[in-house]
């Protein structure tokens, strides 16, 4: 296959479905053979792939393609947003996403709206994998949207991480499928506002529930240490956290040391000083104690 032979869209399409069959230095190697050719011939070429339905293969090397040429694909991705076929929608959404390019953002915002729920799901991720604060106002207003899309775009805010997003987040608490997302990214945003309605959720009769909570708001209390008395905590959660203290999951009984710690839960001292020489989590479970005892 030299440089040479590369010169006709039949070639280059052969080479394509060979693509996987290659060491991984032989693919940068023809990556980087196909990158030198004309984009009127590299870019039909990708586009035939990217429709071939008959050949993952070959449709998953020219995406590869399309992100590795980044920026000078930009323009055909952005154009392929708007394609009739909505499975060439959804992978150009993913491939701006994998590019991580900001100059993709207003066409994915656009994609939040589009008719195909997989296209709008994608863009959603790839919202939140760009990171640009333009996303943040239309990722909340997708929340409010289809079901199926809330996931994505809770996901998506907790990646930019944004303060607007908390009070929609909280909303989203209530709603069953919708709220495991929120926590996750109430938890990646960090604001000490959303302790109050995250600790209802720590005596949730769903375990996971109640795990995916903690972990939130011990991440929140890691930024926040002295923000305990935004977390009112019950008798029944308080009962539940030193229970999590016993617990084999070591995540766990370190995330209800640190929410023990910073809510001065004196009932947790006996437990917290028995961890006290735990390989894991003592310094943690000493840092609580220290903390309660300054109560």
């Not at 004309?38 to 008959?54: F, I, K, T």
């Not at 760009?130 to 996303?135: C, G, K, S």
């Not at 996971?208 to 926040?224: C, G, K, M, P, Y």
Request: proline share 6%; net charge negative.
């Amino acid at each position: 296959n030299n440089n040479d032979a590369l010169n006709t869209p039949e070639a280059l399409i052969s080479l394509l479905g060979t693509y996987y069959d290659r060491s991984s230095e032989e693919q940068t190697r023809l990556a980087a053979l196909v990158s030198g050719k004309p984009d009127d011939l590299v870019y039909p070429v990708l586009e035939q792939a990217l429709r071939n339905d008959a050949n993952a293969n070959l449709r998953n090397a020219a995406m590869e393609l399309y992100v590795t040429f980044g920026s000078r694909s930009l323009p055909r991705l952005v154009m392929l947003l708007q394609d009739a076929n909505e499975e060439v929608r959804t992978f150009a959404a993913v491939m701006l996403g994998t590019m991580g390019n900001r100059e993709a953002v207003p066409a994915l915002i656009n994609a939040l709206t589009d008719g195909d729920l997989n296209v709008k799901h994608a863009a959603a991720e790839s919202l939140g994998r760009i990171r640009d604060d333009r996303a943040v106002l239309p990722l909340i207003e997708a929340l409010t949207g289809d079901m199926w899309l809330q996931f994505p775009a809770a996901m998506a805010l907790g990646e930019l991480a944004d303060s607007r997003a908390v009070g929609p987040l909280v909303a989203l608490l209530e709603v069953p499928g919708a709220n495991m997302p929120a926590i996750q990214a109430l938890g990646k945003i960090g604001d000490p506002v959303a302790l109050g309605p995250l600790g209802k959720l720590l005596e949730d009769e769903e375990p996971s529930l109640r795990e995916w909570t903690l972990e939130a708001v011990a991440a929140i209390f890691a930024r926040w240490p002295d923000s305990g008395n935004n977390l009112p905590v019950s008798p029944k959660a308080s009962g539940i956290l030193l229970e999590t203290l016993n617990s084999d999951n070591h995540e766990a009984k370190r995330n209800a040391a640190i929410t023990l710690g910073c809510c001065r839960i004196q009932e947790a001292l006996p437990s917290l000083v028995g961890l006290c020489a735990d390989r894991d989590i003592g310094d943690v479970a000493r840092k609580a104690i220290s903390r309660i005892g300054r109560s």
